[in-house]
């Protein structure tokens, strides 16, 4: 079964700890890419990968770390100084970033909440 | 003004009923565009792109209008089961980006 996952599906966190959170696909994409999500709003980009070992900071970048050591893997870290990291978070893949049409994918999302 | 914009609604129909939502976009150099429907706490889904000619896909229908700036999507013969959120999504074609932007989203709650 082709697909992307995320876990954990819920998470967590105290203030001043730093989280990651895991993004696996198997799809053989290229492009991964990291969106928050809060409520009542759209998607917005954090980060994203157009391929291995090479990543780009989205619109929010700031909080949030990436690495991009494995085609398959996109970890994203929401440091302690993301100062509202409680949100719905997504991965997505796409066949290759510089396509026009770059159909994304999505997991099913981590729900991060700051106790 | 916004990059994607939406009609939050929520459009409230009847089971049967065809419904229709616009999206207006800000870049007129945007290059490829789509709908998602997102499920309450899910993921967004790819419903369709949508192509310069238009597009059907059963009961569902999408147009772009270049001229404008604004895409559609048409729902015939509604169910129960489209009751969802509707994502209208533009890849601005930034420099040196693919990464897409989503609009807020419309909300559709179809009715027995």
């Known amino acids: 079964d082709g697909g992307i996952t995320q876990s954990p599906k819920y998470l967590f966190r105290k203030e001043g700890q730093n989280v990651t959170l895991s993004c696996e696909q198997n799809l053989n994409h290229d492009a991964m890419y990291w969106y928050r999500q809060d409520p009542g709003q759209g998607l917005r980009l954090i980060y994203y990968s157009q391929i291995v070992n090479d990543f780009q900071k989205g619109d929010i970048a700031e909080g949030y770390s990436v690495s991009r050591e494995k085609k398959e893997s996109f970890p994203l870290t929401v440091t302690s100084a993301q100062k509202n990291p409680t949100a719905f978070y997504l991965c997505a893949s796409s066949i290759s970033a510089g396509a026009v049409y770059n159909e994304q994918f999505f997991g099913p999302g981590t729900r991060l909440t700051v106790l | 003004r916004k990059e994607v914009e939406q009609d939050p609604g929520p459009f409230n129909v009847p089971e049967g009923a065809t419904v229709a939502f616009n999206c207006t976009y800000s870049?007129?150099?945007?290059?490829?565009f789509f709908w998602y429907r997102q499920d309450c706490r899910k993921e967004p889904k790819l419903l369709m792109s949508v192509y310069s000619s238009g597009n059907e896909d059963g009961r569902f229908t999408a147009q772009l209008n270049r001229a404008s700036q604004y895409i559609s999507l048409l729902i015939r013969d509604s169910k129960l089961s489209d009751s969802a959120t509707y994502l209208c999504?533009?890849?601005?074609?930034?420099?040196?980006?693919?990464?897409?932007?989503f609009g807020s989203g419309t909300r559709l709650q179809v009715q027995p």
């Open positions: 999504v533009v890849n601005l074609g930034s420099t040196g980006r693919r990464a897409l932007t």
């Open positions: 870049n007129s150099a945007s290059q490829s």
